[in-house]
């Protein structure tokens, strides 16, 4: 599911490159083990230039906003402005390993991990989501104002 759903993201991109009218295209993250939703809004860094760059650059994260870096088993917050929840995801896209509130200048590393949620802080406890739940990442596409 998961080759499917970036295949398809990129398949969009690439349709809507050269249009003005480009629809903006994220994920919704949801926590099917717990029946809840970590957010509404995530984007994909899933080349080297969108890993590298991730969420730098910007001030704050919006409300159920994130990004799904893949592949990923360790990230770091420099030059960040703001603190995120970080949930590492296994192939499947089980929850390996949470951390809370992660503020600017840190270092974290699952090395079990096959790609990381970078999410709002706050968004992983009124999720409920806990290590070994189970999340889907389906396609969420917006018309652009």
């Avoid at 759903?5 to 969009?12: E, V």
């Avoid at 490159?17 to 083990?33: F, G, M, Q, Y």
């Avoid at 939703?37 to 890993?51: G, M």
């Avoid at 192939?91 to 999410?119: F, G, N, T, Y």
Wanted: overall charge positive.
């Amino acid at each position: 599911m998961e080759h499917s759903a970036m295949a398809l993201l990129k398949w969009i991109s690439g349709i809507f490159a050269s249009h003005a009218e480009r629809p903006e295209i994220h994920l919704i993250v949801k926590n099917i083990t717990r029946g809840t939703e970590l957010a509404r809004c995530i984007d994909v860094a899933d080349t080297s230039k969108t890993r590298r760059k991730g969420l730098l650059g910007q001030k704050k994260l919006a409300q159920g906003g994130g990004l799904w870096i893949v592949p990923c088993a360790g990230i770091h917050t420099f030059r960040m402005q703001f603190a995120i929840d970080l949930v590492y995801l296994s192939r499947d896209k089980r929850v390996r390993k949470i951390r809370h509130s992660v503020p600017p200048w840190r270092i974290s590393l699952c090395l079990l991990a096959h790609s990381v949620l970078e999410l709002e802080a706050g968004s992983v406890c009124s999720s409920g989501t806990r290590r070994g739940d189970r999340l889907e990442l389906p396609l969420a596409l917006h018309k652009n104002d």
